[in-house]
């Protein structure tokens, strides 16, 4: 079984400064793509970034980075240049490769706060 | 990206009758569609897989008498939630994955509420 770690219920961060949300994951499996997703106050799950695990490459969709280490199970996001529609819910998920059901095991989330 | 419909947005109901809430995905088939809980604050909670043509799959825990899955074409799966009490009440979101990839598309949620 798949266990995905946010160990920061709450962040805040001042509009324009950079924001990093930790993540950590355990699983056995060598194949499995990993995924921060947004929940606004709409409470609308918004896919922000995925990272396919066998890519040593960073994803990056821009404003938005993450810092994925494999070996230490470890998938952070980074937020540069905050703005105020960046509040919201994140939630790290993963996805292992090996099954049919591609079920999704998300983290507890990270409740981000842009400041004005 | 995808398009996933949910219907109703909000429901309020009486307790001991039943409510149906539909998802659709709508510009793509999706054999797999999936079922969440949220709690305020709180992370999404996989209830159940529903499979086009066949049984839905619950998590355990999940009464699979009161959370009745229907998924009778490739773009509908609905949930019933029968003889609902108040404690039932919560936000449910459903997702469907697009065949043959890892790609899920979330509906925007219903909030049923119980009196």
């Known amino acids: 079984a798949q266990t995905v770690t946010q160990s920061q219920p709450e962040m805040s961060v001042q509009e324009a400064e950079t924001v990093t949300l930790s993540c950590t994951y355990d699983t056995s499996e060598s194949n499995y793509y990993l995924f921060w997703y947004k929940q606004p106050p709409s409470r609308q799950m918004i896919l922000v970034i995925r990272q396919e695990a066998y890519k040593q490459q960073n994803a990056t969709e821009n404003r938005f980075s993450v810092n994925f280490q494999k070996a230490a199970k470890s998938f952070s996001l980074k937020i540069s240049d905050s703005q105020l529609g960046d509040t919201a819910m994140y939630f790290c998920?993963?996805?292992?490769?090996?099954?049919?059901?591609?079920?999704?095991?998300f983290g507890s989330g990270t409740q981000l706060t842009v400041l004005p | 990206g995808a398009v996933v419909s949910q219907h109703p947005s909000r429901v309020i109901c009486k307790s001991g009758t039943s409510v149906k809430i539909e998802c659709r995905s709508l510009d793509f088939q999706a054999t797999t569609m999936f079922w969440y809980r949220q709690f305020p604050k709180q992370s999404l909670m996989l209830m159940a897989t529903?499979?086009?043509?066949?049984?839905?799959?619950?998590e355990q825990g999940v009464e699979k008498d009161k959370f009745l899955i229907n998924h009778a074409s490739l773009t509908l799966s609905t949930l019933t939630v029968t003889s609902a009490h108040p404690e039932d009440s919560s936000f449910y979101i459903c997702?469907?994955?697009?065949?043959?990839?890892?790609?899920?598309?979330f509906g925007p949620g219903t909030r049923l509420t119980v009196t």
């Open positions: 997702s469907a994955k697009v065949p043959y990839s890892y790609e899920q598309y």
């Open positions: 998920a993963f996805i292992p490769l090996r099954g049919s059901a591609r079920q999704l095991t």
């Open positions: 529903s499979n086009e043509g066949s049984k839905a799959t619950y």
